[in-house]
């Protein structure tokens, strides 16, 4: 048995090896100013876009922001969330009061009378959100492009998504099998910094207690759930919440004082510092003196921006190129 074991070790790393290679030159084959010679307009079509969309409704930033989230953590950056029909992803649960869908359709509309058959919707997708980061007063950066759309989107694929509910265990290690860190699930929860949230009403009202029986989350403060009380009574799921308390409207790194201090809205950013994993973390952005010495969050939030838009990319011949963002060719 010990023999049998010790032989399937080089075959194990072997295939390892070679599911690594594949991602890395998946990723290599993106670059900055993909579209530059092919359509030359794409990211300023984009932007443009993107910038009239929020001028109308300025929630519409950050919903862009959670869109590409919500594609990357789903079989990669594919643009499978777009895809519209009874068993489609987005129709799963977790994709709930998901938006941004149709700014996504509306530019990509745009850029097939500009370049048609060339922009990718998984692209769209990545360049709405850099942009949005930056309408939000966040970091301007640049992303490489060059994905290719899926061909498959299917409602179950979407239960990997990380949960409101979830343990920190379980946020770190679904993280991980998308090849990012500790540092950057604390980062990427800052995408909350702008965003509201409906669904507390269960934390405040129906949480599991150790003694048995539900009731309010015990890692609440006493003041800060009284807080939240106020303006969220039982039975009442359709009230938004902004998770960046006192600062909601502003990029910057308060949502990390708020957790650090007790202030967390919801119990998986909670969790974020009561896991010796990524205290530090929160800790090392949420100093004041970082914005001086460092750790850089607004580099570091763009580089794990990036990160999470080179997750399981199709590049070359794989996939297609949708004429619409919503259907398959």
Same mark, same amino acid.
């Given at each position: 048995?010990?023999?049998?074991?010790?032989?399937?070790?080089?075959?194990?790393?072997?295939?390892?090896?070679?599911?690594?290679?594949?991602?890395?030159?998946?990723?290599?084959? &993106?670059?900055?100013? =993909?579209?530059? /010679?092919?359509?030359?307009? $794409?990211?300023?079509?984009?932007?443009?876009?993107? !910038? *009239?969309?929020?001028?109308?409704?300025?929630?519409? +930033?950050?919903?862009?922001?959670?869109? *590409? =989230?919500?594609?990357?953590?789903? /079989?990669?950056?594919?643009?499978?969330?777009?895809?519209?029909?009874?068993?489609?992803?987005?129709?799963?649960?977790?994709?709930?009061g998901l938006r941004g869908l149709d700014v996504v359709d509306s530019i990509k509309q745009k850029l097939e009378s500009e370049c048609p058959g060339v922009v990718s919707c998984a692209d769209i997708v990545v360049l709405a959100s850099r942009d949005a980061v930056a309408f939000t007063g966040g970091p301007s950066f640049d992303v490489p492009t060059g994905r290719r759309d899926g061909r498959t989107s299917s409602l179950r694929d979407a239960?990997?998504?990380?949960?409101?509910?979830? #343990?920190?265990?379980?946020?770190?290690?679904?993280? @991980?099998?998308?090849?990012?860190? %500790? /540092?950057? &699930?604390? +980062?990427? #929860?800052?995408?909350?910094?702008?965003?509201?949230?409906? =669904?507390?009403?269960?934390? +405040?009202?129906?949480?599991?207690?150790?003694?048995?029986?539900?009731?309010?989350?015990? $890692?609440?403060?006493?003041?800060?759930? @009284?807080?939240?009380? #106020?303006?969220?009574?039982?039975? %009442?799921?359709?009230?938004? &919440?902004?998770?960046?308390?006192?600062?909601?409207?502003?990029?910057?790194? @308060?949502?990390?004082?708020?957790? !650090?201090?007790?202030?967390?809205?919801?119990?998986?950013?909670? $969790?974020?510092?009561?896991?010796?994993?990524?205290?530090?973390?929160?800790?090392?952005?949420?100093?004041?003196?970082?914005?001086?010495?460092?750790?850089?969050? !607004? *580099? %570091?939030?763009?580089?794990?921006?990036?990160?999470?838009?080179?997750? !399981?990319?199709?590049?070359?011949?794989?996939?297609?190129?949708? /004429?619409?963002?919503?259907?398959?060719?």
């Amino acid at each position: 048995m010990g023999r049998s074991g010790g032989g399937g070790g080089p075959a194990i790393l072997l295939v390892a090896t070679v599911l690594v290679a594949g991602v890395a030159v998946s990723n290599a084959q &993106l670059k900055v100013g =993909f579209y530059s /010679k092919s359509c030359p307009t $794409a990211e300023s079509t984009v932007a443009s876009a993107v !910038r *009239q969309f929020a001028d109308a409704d300025s929630t519409i +930033l950050p919903a862009l922001v959670r869109l *590409q =989230f919500h594609d990357c953590f789903v /079989k990669g950056c594919d643009g499978s969330v777009l895809i519209k029909g009874g068993n489609a992803e987005v129709n799963n649960n977790k994709h709930q009061g998901l938006r941004g869908l149709d700014v996504v359709d509306s530019i990509k509309q745009k850029l097939e009378s500009e370049c048609p058959g060339v922009v990718s919707c998984a692209d769209i997708v990545v360049l709405a959100s850099r942009d949005a980061v930056a309408f939000t007063g966040g970091p301007s950066f640049d992303v490489p492009t060059g994905r290719r759309d899926g061909r498959t989107s299917s409602l179950r694929d979407a239960d990997v998504l990380p949960d409101v509910k979830d #343990s920190i265990d379980v946020l770190r290690s679904k993280f @991980s099998a998308n090849g990012l860190d %500790d /540092k950057d &699930l604390v +980062l990427l #929860s800052c995408n909350h910094i702008l965003h509201f949230f409906y =669904f507390l009403h269960d934390r +405040l009202y129906n949480f599991p207690l150790a003694g048995g029986g539900r009731g309010a989350d015990p $890692a609440i403060p006493e003041g800060f759930l @009284s807080e939240l009380q #106020s303006r969220c009574a039982p039975g %009442d799921f359709n009230t938004r &919440l902004p998770l960046d308390r006192g600062s909601e409207a502003e990029f910057d790194t @308060s949502i990390l004082r708020n957790i !650090r201090n007790g202030f967390a809205v919801i119990a998986s950013d909670a $969790a974020l510092y009561n896991a010796t994993a990524t205290v530090g973390v929160v800790d090392t952005y949420s100093s004041m003196l970082s914005t001086f010495f460092g750790p850089y969050f !607004r *580099q %570091d939030f763009a580089d794990a921006m990036v990160k999470m838009g080179s997750i !399981r990319v199709l590049t070359g011949r794989a996939g297609e190129v949708r /004429k619409v963002c919503s259907k398959f060719n």
